[in-house]
C-alpha cells in the first residue's frame, strides 16, 4: 500500500510541477509569460528529478505507466505489481492537474485561447497526423526508458525498489527528459508518459475552466498507446542486446 500511495504523490508532484511551468508560460497575466520551450522543458525536467527523490526510496519513483511497463518487460519489476502503480500513477496525475487549476485560479478567465488553456493539461500534436504522432511518442519513451535502464545499472542499484534513489541518479533522470525534450519533444509536446497525458486530461473534462475547449478525446490514445509501446520497447531491447542491468 506504501508504494502505490508513493506513485500517487510522486506523480501528483510531477504534473504539478510539470504542468505548472506550462501554465506559467501560456497562461495570460503570469509573470512567467511566455518565457518559451526552454523554460518549459527545464520545468519538465526538474518536475521529474523532484517527484523522484521524494519517492524513490518508497515505491522506486515510476511515476509512469510506460516505466513500469518497461521495468517490467526488463524483469526488474512484478507483473502483478503493474496495474496497481498505473491506476495510481493516472489518479494522482488527474489530482495533480487539479492542483494546477486551483494554483492559476484567476488566470483562466483572462485567457481567451482555449488551446492553451488544453495545453496546461495534456498534450497535442504541432501537425497532426496520428501515425507520424504515435511513432514519435514511441521513440521519446523508449529513449526515456532505455536511459533509466542505463542510469540505473551505472549508479548500481541492483534491486528494483531502489530505482533511482541511489544519489545523482534522480538528478540525471531528470536531465535525461530535459534532452528529451529539447531534442524530440517539439512534434507532439512529448506526453511519454500516459499518467501525465490521460490524468490531466481527465481533470480538464471535469474541471470548471472558463471558456476551456473540448479535451481532445480523439487524439487521446496517441500519448497513451505510443509510450506504452515505447516503453514495453526499451525494456525488452535494452537487456537483449547484452547491456547490464
Known amino acids: 500500500m506504501e508504494n502505490y500511495l508513493a506513485e500517487f504523490?510522486?506523480?501528483?508532484?510531477?504534473?504539478?510541477?510539470?504542468?505548472?511551468?506550462?501554465a506559467g508560460v501560456l497562461?495570460?497575466?503570469?509573470k512567467a509569460h511566455n518565457g518559451g520551450w526552454i523554460v518549459i522543458a527545464l520545468g519538465w525536467g526538474m518536475a521529474v528529478a523532484m517527484a523522484v527523490y521524494v519517492t524513490g526510496q518508497i515505491s522506486g519513483a515510476h511515476i509512469n505507466p510506460a516505466v513500469t511497463l518497461g521495468l517490467a518487460s526488463a524483469g526488474e519489476f512484478e507483473w502483478a505489481l503493474v496495474p496497481g502503480y498505473?491506476?495510481?500513477?493516472?489518479?494522482?496525475?488527474?489530482?495533480?492537474?487539479?492542483?494546477?487549476?486551483?494554483?492559476?485560479?484567476?488566470?483562466?478567465a483572462v485567457t481567451e485561447d482555449?488551446?492553451?488553456?488544453?495545453?496546461?493539461?495534456?498534450?497535442?500534436?504541432?501537425?497532426?497526423?496520428?501515425?507520424?504522432?504515435?511513432?514519435?511518442?514511441?521513440?521519446?519513451?523508449?529513449?526515456?526508458?532505455?536511459?533509466?535502464?542505463?542510469?540505473?545499472?551505472?549508479?548500481?542499484?541492483?534491486?528494483?525498489?531502489?530505482l533511482f534513489a541511489n544519489g545523482i541518479a534522480p538528478?540525471?533522470?531528470?536531465?535525461?527528459?530535459?534532452?528529451?525534450?529539447?531534442?524530440?519533444?517539439?512534434?507532439?509536446?512529448?506526453?511519454?508518459?500516459?499518467?501525465?497525458?490521460?490524468?490531466p486530461r481527465i481533470a480538464h473534462f471535469l474541471l470548471p475552466i472558463p471558456g476551456k475547449r473540448d479535451s481532445d478525446w480523439g487524439y487521446s490514445w496517441v500519448p497513451i498507446a505510443g509510450p506504452a509501446?515505447?516503453?514495453?520497447l526499451a525494456g525488452l531491447v535494452y537487456p537483449a542486446i547484452g547491456f547490464p542491468m
Not at 506523480?11 to 505548472?20: F, Q
Not at 495510481?88 to 483562466?108: D, N, R, S, T
Not at 495545453?119 to 536511459?147: D, Q, W, Y
Open 171 to 199: 538528478l540525471l533522470v531528470g536531465l535525461l527528459v530535459l534532452a528529451i525534450g529539447l531534442s524530440l519533444g517539439g512534434p507532439t509536446g512529448y506526453a511519454i508518459n500516459p499518467a501525465r497525458d490521460l490524468g
Open 86 to 108: 498505473i491506476a495510481c500513477q493516472i489518479a494522482g496525475g488527474a489530482f495533480g492537474a487539479a492542483l494546477v487549476y486551483v494554483h492559476y485560479l484567476k488566470h483562466w
Open 9 to 22: 504523490v510522486g506523480t501528483a508532484i510531477l504534473i504539478l510541477l510539470g504542468n505548472g511551468v506550462v
Open 114 to 162: 482555449s488551446d492553451a488553456k488544453l495545453a496546461c493539461f495534456s498534450t497535442a500534436p504541432e501537425i497532426r497526423h496520428k501515425p507520424a504522432n504515435f511513432v514519435t511518442e514511441v521513440i521519446g519513451t523508449f529513449m526515456l526508458v532505455f536511459g533509466i535502464l542505463g542510469i540505473n545499472a551505472t549508479a548500481g542499484v541492483t534491486d528494483a525498489s531502489e
Open 229 to 232: 509501446a515505447g516503453g514495453i
Open 27 to 30: 497562461l495570460n497575466r503570469s
